[in-house]
């Protein structure tokens, strides 16, 4: 880059942004497994367990907005981001540490509010929260979480893993966070307009918790375990399924079809879909923020877990010539692609 040049971050995009500024990383110690490029770095400290560690930043006013996210439910939503993550590498996650950054706008209760969610995760997820740093902000409240997990060593699960015939999956219904935000986003607005209308969110209370209290699916993970399945690629969906999809297919180096009409959609998404006038499938596809797991199993696998509950199956992985597709609901067949990224 010649020195007066300027590049938008924006012209970039967010993956083409990490890869620039983390070219020419250099590893220096064999334990380092896997770096950057997966939900959670891979460690191995020797023994039949891999450690794994995974980063995020919830943001003010870019990941959440406080004028409809309660702050225990902030709190939750912290947590189960990052234990998410860990459990896309076919993990179990043990720890977590908490970064905040807050302003003099928070009294000592709110943060006890955010803190009431965060033990509550902890609590439910069996991860031990064991460290963090506080500090102050001029603008907007920062949460940072990092998570540590375990997996052995013949069970963990890349992005880079999916072999042609391999099963597509998805853990559960897509598109409800991202319909739920913009039931929210539509109830601020009419609240701001007038003052005295309380927000109705009774009729979609479904779509609201997805967006507001995601959870994340340790529950699968145990259950491969169980049914000795280990899944020969794995990602947590945060970005959109396609986005993911795409993740897999760049990563194992292979294509895909997806087929719409396998794409699970909940009907309270699927009726608010109807109201929005927009097709219940571009939330499934686009929406993200469901931290369900994306995953490929091979074929022989597939009669473990052909009758489970939450477990879909949406296409299957093919050869790299090919491409990612996506068979439409009318038959056609398209390239899939992801919407870029929103936060510039
Ligand atoms: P996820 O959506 O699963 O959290 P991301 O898309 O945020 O994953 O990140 C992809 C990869 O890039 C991960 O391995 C992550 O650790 C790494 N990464 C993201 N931002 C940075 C950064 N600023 N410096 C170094 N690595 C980064
Ligand atoms: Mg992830």
Redesign the pocket.
């Known amino acids: 880059m010649s020195e007066n040049k300027r590049t938008e971050i924006g012209e970039l995009g967010?993956?083409a942004l990490?890869d620039k500024?983390?070219e020419g990383v250099e590893i220096h110690h064999k334990t380092t497994v896997k770096g950057?490029?997966?939900?959670a770095?891979v460690f191995d400290y020797g023994g039949d367990e891999y450690t794994v560690l995974?980063?995020?930043i919830l943001l003010e006013g870019i990941h959440f907005d406080l004028s409809f996210m309660p702050l225990q439910h902030l709190g939750y939503k912290a947590i189960a981001v990052n234990v998410s993550?860990v459990a896309?590498m076919n993990a179990i996650p043990e720890q977590v540490t908490v970064s905040i950054a807050i302003t003099n706008r928070f009294s000592v209760e709110a943060v006890d509010m955010i803190y009431q969610g965060i033990k509550a995760a902890c609590k439910n997820y069996k991860v031990d929260l064991v460290g963090g740093d506080t500090t102050s902000s001029r603008q907007g409240l920062c949460i940072s979480v990092t998570a540590v997990g375990r997996v052995k060593k013949d069970k963990i699960a890349y992005r880079s893993g999916a072999k042609k015939g391999d099963i597509l999956c998805v853990s559960g219904d897509l598109g409800g966070a991202y319909m739920g935000l913009q039931v929210l986003l539509r109830e601020k607005k009419v609240f701001e307009a007038n003052p005295e209308m309380q927000p109705n969110l009774e009729d979609y209370q479904y779509i609201a918790g997805r967006q507001l209290r995601p959870e994340a699916r340790t529950d699968i993970i145990h259950e491969f375990n169980e049914l000795g399945i280990v899944p020969t690629s794995m990602?947590?969906i945060?970005?959109g399924l396609a986005s993911e999809v795409l993740h897999i297919c760049k990563d194992s180096k292979v294509g895909a079809v997806v087929y719409e009409d396998k794409l699970p959609v909940d009907h309270q998404t699927f009726d608010v879909c109807h109201e929005f006038k927009i097709p219940s499938k571009t939330p499934a596809l686009n929406g993200g923020e469901d931290y369900e797991l994306l995953f490929t199993i091979k074929q022989e696998d597939f009669p473990k877990v052909e009758k489970h509950a939450s477990i879909f199956f949406i296409g299957y992985i093919d050869e790299a010539e090919n491409g990612a597709r996506l068979v439409t609901e009318g038959q056609q067949t398209l390239p899939l692609t992801a919407q870029g990224w929103k936060h510039f």
């Open positions: 967010e993956f990490i500024i983390t950057i490029g997966d939900d770095a995974s980063t995020d993550d896309a990602i947590d945060s970005d």
